[in-house]
């Protein structure tokens, strides 16, 4: 007789599925027969990493025979001087993902409850049920914007975490500091805040800097090198929170979970201000032309603060199959409940060229589906 294995798993597993990435340029290039795709669905930084970056790359790959610094102290130290902290206040992590994830299974189970925005990022949603709490997921205001007053108003004495991504994933919204700090002091003191800042280098020069500026014991900011330091394919993130609170989450970390070329990397890439300002700008000036085409073919799906844009059309599920036909790659947000919405990342010049060609002519042929 077979044996039921789902039976046999913890609960929650029951509720889980696994988190889908942005199709893979290589499985599209099967799909449809082409030589040639480009891919705007994860938010990647086109331009890639830092010249310097590669460089300690390669000199670095003739010591991967060693297992890494197990605590990343050298990171670690360039963290803090940058941000002007103690390295106990830092914690790494194989991509902000990890980080996230430990901070929730370290303070939420089951019975507690964790709280965020109903278009937050998935994974906090995932990460939740993974620890066995209750995902509490709060409506957003008017334009896909948090509801900080909501969300304070849904905390319950079984609330352990609440997760704010600022800007948000997949919205693109912000929220300014004046407004999170207001959020920060009408919460409970013993409650863990995460705030999310994936994309934080694209606003920096509009908000504070939230590490210094924000105050409440219980806040946890998260970074990574993901986004605008072109580092995703090494996994790379980190948290900046109380000494305490990081000792205890660093109890649940896996051992070396960040290897030693990711390690290299970063520090290389967080020392090369130049170019993140650069491609920065380039990502700035490419949004702003997209969005403006958007917005006169009259599908902009709403402002975004990060490295992407928002298309919504009523028959976005048919602008997606065309595009992907034509070898481009945008993510839809089917799975946060916006069907009609696609997220799609800025490019280069040459690869946003290529999208509003083809949506110039695909916007007329879905208004005739339509």
């Known amino acids: 007789m077979p044996i039921d294995w789902s039976a046999r798993a913890v609960g929650q597993s029951q509720r889980l599925h696994p988190y889908v990435p942005g199709k893979p340029i290589e499985m599209l290039l099967v799909e449809k027969g082409l030589s040639k795709a480009i891919k705007l669905a994860s938010n990647e ?46 914690f790494i992590g194989n991509g902000s993902n990890e980080v996230l994830e430990l901070m929730i299974r370290t303070f939420a189970g089951n019975g507690d409850e964790v709280i965020y ?18 995902g509490v997921a709060v409506p957003e205001a008017d334009g896909l914007t948090h509801d900080l007053h909501a969300m304070v108003a849904s905390v319950t004495s079984r609330t352990k975490v609440i997760c704010i991504a600022n800007p948000n994933n997949p919205t693109g919204t912000l929220h300014d500091a004046s407004a999170i700090q207001d959020f920060l002091d ?45 580092l995703a394919g090494l996994r790379v993130g980190y948290a900046v929170g109380d000494a ?15 290897n030693l070329l990711a390690q290299k990397a970063a520090i290389a890439a967080l020392d090369d201000t130049a170019w993140v300002q650069k ?14 085409a958007l917005e006169e073919w009259g599908v902009l799906g709403g402002k975004s603060f990060g490295n992407f844009v928002l298309l919504r059309h009523q028959e976005a599920a048919f602008v997606l199959q065309k595009l992907e036909d034509q070898g481009i790659i945008p993510r839809p947000l089917a799975p946060y409940c916006m069907p009609d919405y696609l997220r799609i990342t800025v490019g280069t010049a040459e690869e946003n060229n290529r999208l509003l060609a083809a949506l110039s002519s695909i916007l007329g042929q879905a208004a005739d589906v339509a």
């Open 279 to 292: 491609t920065v700008a380039k990502c700035k000036a490419g949004r702003q032309r997209l969005e403006t």
């Open 186 to 230: 009408a919460l409970p003191r013993g409650l863990v805040v995460i705030l999310d800042e994936a994309y934080y280098e694209f606003v920096a020069d509009k908000i504070e800097d939230s590490i210094n500026a924000l105050q409440h014991p219980g806040l946890i900011i998260c970074r990574t090198f993901s986004k605008a330091y072109g």
């Open 244 to 258: 305490e609170i990081l000792g205890l989450v660093n109890r649940f970390r896996e051992p070396f979970n960040v």
């Open 45 to 90: 930084n086109p331009h890639g990493p830092a010249p310097s970056a590669i460089a300690v790359l390669k000199q670095a790959a003739e010591s991967v025979h060693r297992y890494p610094d197990g605590d990343a102290g050298d990171l670690k130290q360039a963290l803090a001087r940058k941000h002007k902290i103690s390295t106990e206040n830092i």
């Open 117 to 134: 925005s109903e278009r937050g990022f998935i994974v906090y949603a995932l990460a939740a049920t993974a620890a066995g709490a209750a």
